[in-house]
């Protein structure tokens, strides 16, 4: 068994489509629209599907937004420093929702970022040989 995807259902295709291609640099693997079920479904990621999970993003035509619920966290994202791949977000057009540094109680150095639909991705930096 392996891990294929995460589903997030959006409300404007386009918007998140620009968020996870242009600001968090992901591309579009594939997209199809289903018109008798009046929806669009979208995978993007870093690598192939064939290679590693990657994220559909789910429109349904007829819904503009969606409650995101309290039970749902966040994606992690491992990047080489959070401090860089922040100010990148921010560069772009991104929400930083918590910047770049520490975890309250390590010494790994998180920071969490938003797309349009309000879903959190954390980026998680990578530890050196010394960490």
């Not at 992901?26 to 995978?43: I, Q, S, V």
């Not at 309290?70 to 791949?85: P, S």
Request: aromatic residues 10%; charged residues 30%.
């Amino acid at each position: 068994m392996r891990l294929l995807h995460t589903m997030l259902r959006v409300g404007d295709l386009e918007k998140s489509l620009a968020f996870y291609t242009n600001v968090l640099g992901m591309r579009l693997l594939r997209r199809k629209d289903y018109p008798d079920g009046r929806f669009t479904l979208a995978f993007v990621g870093y690598q192939e599907e064939s290679e590693g999970a990657v994220i559909e993003l789910t429109h349904n035509w007829d819904t503009a937004s969606y409650d995101l619920g309290n039970a749902y966290g966040h994606i992690a994202l491992e990047v080489d420093d959070a401090y860089a791949a922040c100010d990148k977000v921010k560069e772009r057009g991104g929400k930083v929702v918590r910047e770049a540094g520490p975890m309250k109680h390590g010494t790994t150095v998180i920071a969490f970022v938003e797309d349009p639909d309000g879903y959190k991705i954390e980026f998680i930096q990578k530890k050196s040989g010394n960490d």
